[in-house]
């Protein structure tokens, strides 16, 4: 399954790297990508993987990197 | 500009006044002012720079900031302190604003949602969001108005300005009957339209869809900078540490000198101004490449595309139109009218190609057809006019027992008969685009190596096309398996990349396999849309050259902002290390380098088109 999210307040370019690899590294996710010119974050993970327990992980992985940035479903 | 860069604005300018009043105020009082210009300036950085460390994050710029700037205040350098936190600032809030204004215009190149419709229902209008209109629902569009939904017009003519679907810069004259595409503007008149998709299914739900998703694909370029950084920014510390460290350890040097020489490192350490500028490159040519209609999935299409050697077409619907015409008519000792018509009959009821192409040369043909059997493969036998008729190849006239002349016409040809004698033979062909010819002329004068063509055409008409357009290479009988090995075998031996140029229509595995697949002709086909890496909107082939010349330039362009970064990053870690560049020289080269970065990336969107 694919999901795009919205990620506001994504100040800088260095910070969606940043969040890209460590949302990468989470065991669930297949495939992550984090533009910082769009401000969005496309995920791709299995269907069974509860997608909202998914989005609770990466909330706390991109706070970490930048606490002001708000992450919105489309 | 946002409330945050107003405020920040106002903290820069409050700063620099303070700091000028530090030079002419003494001692302590000095010293008080540079302090509070730096506090001024870069309280929130301090702040992150704390918070960050709880949440066990280092290595951060305004980490690297704070402690460059806080050392410099602790040694007493208190000008030095305020003014690169100072300069920081402003360099954060002109890259932000450099930024905001390429992502705002690029995404005005896609503006193109619909706000409304006007939904006629018993009579009355009501506004309705583009996503509440229903299949069949009756909309009505006056001019200036955008059309939401794709639909048909059922009353009224008017104008439609497409440039924002197609690219296309005539504006469409449109009337009752025409299919109209969702996003384009009426520009004059009034249309009553039958909305024949719902908006989520509409043109211009998936362009938009495609535009919002499009920086997924990152260019390799792209991943390798950001993959540079991760590693940049502790290797630069970590110098920055022995630099602080050995020589007053080691060498007996005096340990302030070499603390400056560390910090300035940390500034320089600072890996935004690498980062930045090499997806910014890549979303610039995307936004020039929407301006044109066609839409990039990504920059690594944009970089294949660079090193574009092969150019693969797909022959039918891309190199022509793709919709077939009679192009020679012999008849055999009869009116050529009578021909027509006896093939028009034979042919009423089939919708085979050939069989519209037949119909259309004679529109309403007078007569009765009945008894209509269509032999797969063969042709059609019917009774005309009470008598019995075939249409069909040379094949299923030998065994009706008709001899024919065969003739030499390049394309279908369909052979007549009726009751019982040969009436002659019509050749049906398609037509060249007009510009096939002037493209690939363009593809070769633009470094491409090789221009090849697909089809599953007969190997004569194959040959007719390929000389007609220039093409230096036609594969001809294939079927569609044969085409996916015909682009194995053309990627083996390519040195650059293969582009493969379809119209969508049964070519999505070829489109997959290319190095870049693009699709010609509009979003009609979600899975050529989904295969594609680049979608151009309408069906001219003339924007392939437009598309490669700008992916070329896309790149130049990023590879000229990392070199640049790069090489501006390492002299001054050099000048740093031999203690000539100050603290103001780092953030000068780290800001500097940032905004001319964006700079540059913006030629890559007001790309000039040949």
């Not at chain 2, 300069?87 to 204004?101: K, S, T, Y």
Request: glycine share 8%.
């Amino acid at each position: 399954m694919k999901k795009t999210y919205r990620l506001k307040n994504l100040d800088c370019a260095n910070c969606a790297a940043k969040m890209e690899a460590s949302i990468g590294k989470l065991a669930q996710v297949e495939s992550v990508s984090v533009s910082f010119m769009t401000q969005r974050m496309s995920v791709t993970f299995a269907d069974d993987v509860d997608a909202d327990s998914l989005l609770k992980e990466m909330k706390k992985r991109i706070k970490k990197v930048e606490p002001d940035c708000e992450v919105a479903e489309q | 500009m946002t409330k945050r860069q107003k405020r920040t604005l106002f903290r820069i300018i409050a700063s620099l006044v303070l700091f000028a009043a530090g030079w002419f105020l003494e001692d302590w009082f000095s010293a008080g002012a540079f302090l509070a210009a730096w506090l001024i300036a870069g309280y929130d950085v301090l702040w992150r720079a704390i918070r960050n460390i709880l949440r066990g994050q280092f290595f951060d710029e305004k980490f690297l900031m704070s402690l460059a700037t806080g050392c410099a205040l602790a040694m007493q350098d208190w000008s030095e302190g305020a003014a690169v936190m100072i300069f920081f600032q402003i360099g954060e809030l002109f890259e932000q604003l450099a930024v905001e204004r390429s992502r705002v215009s690029i995404a005005g190149l896609m503006d193109l949602r619909p706000d409304y419709a006007m939904v006629l229902r018993d009579g009355a209008e009501i506004e309705t969001a583009p996503e509440d209109v229903q299949i069949g629902d009756i909309l009505l569009v006056r001019a200036g108005e955008r059309i939401a939904v794709d639909g048909v017009v059922l009353e009224g003519a008017g104008t439609l300005d497409t440039s924002k679907i197609t690219g296309e810069s005539l504006p469409a004259e449109v009337g009752v009957g025409s299919a109209v595409v969702s996003g384009s503007v009426n520009i004059s008149g009034v249309l009553k339209i039958r909305a024949e998709s719902a908006y989520a299914h509409s043109t211009v739900a998936r362009i938009l869809t495609l535009v919002e998703t499009a920086s997924e694909k990152k260019a390799s370029a792209e991943r390798m900078i950001t993959k540079f950084a991760r590693h940049y920014t502790p290797c630069v510390i970590l110098a920055a540490v022995l630099l602080a460290a050995i020589p007053p350890l080691f060498f007996a040097q005096p340990f302030q000198p070499w603390l400056t020489r560390a910090l300035t490192f940390l500034v320089i350490s600072c890996p935004c101004a690498l980062v930045i500028s090499v997806p910014l490159s890549f979303f610039s040519g995307m936004g020039a490449a929407a301006k044109l209609g066609m839409i990039v999935k990504g920059g690594v299409a944009l970089e294949q595309l660079s090193r574009t050697d092969t150019v693969v077409f797909d022959k039918t619907g891309t190199l022509t139109q793709g919709s077939f015409s009679v192009k020679e008519i012999a008849p055999n000792g009869i009116a050529e009218a009578e021909l027509l018509r006896v093939a028009a009959l034979c042919e009423a009821y089939s919708n085979h190609p050939i069989a519209n192409a037949l119909r259309s040369a004679c529109p309403s043909p007078a007569g009765t057809v009945a008894d209509v059997q269509e032999q797969p493969g063969f042709g059609i036998t019917a009774t005309v006019d009470g008598k019995k008729a075939a249409a069909g190849n040379s094949k299923l006239m030998q065994s009706l027992g008709i001899s024919v002349r065969e003739t030499e016409a390049v394309g279908t040809s369909i052979y007549i008969a009726y009751d019982g004698a040969y009436l002659g033979s019509l050749t049906v062909g398609d037509t060249l685009r007009e510009n096939a010819a002037q493209a690939i002329t363009a593809l070769r004068a633009d470094g491409v190596k090789k221009t090849v063509m697909l089809t599953g055409d007969n190997f004569r008409s194959a040959q007719l096309y390929a000389t007609a357009c220039g093409i230096d290479e036609f594969h001809a009988q294939l079927l569609p398996q044969d085409k996916v090995h015909a682009i194995e075998s053309l990627t083996k031996n390519a040195q650059g990349a293969v582009v493969f140029v379809g119209d969508g229509v049964n070519d999505a595995p070829v489109l997959t396999l290319a190095d870049v697949g693009i699709a010609m002709g509009g979003v009609g086909s979600d899975a050529a849309v989904e295969a594609a890496d680049v979608v151009i909107l309408n069906d001219d082939i003339g924007k392939l050259p437009k598309l490669i010349s700008l992916a070329k330039r896309t790149v130049t362009i990023a590879r000229q902002n990392i070199v640049f970064a790069l090489a501006v990053k390492g002299i001054c870690l050099l000048l740093g290390a031999l203690g000539i560049a100050s603290m103001w020289l780092a953030v000068f080269a780290d800001v500097g380098v940032a905004v001319l970065a964006i700079l540059n990336s913006l030629r890559a969107l007001h790309s000039k088109t040949k």
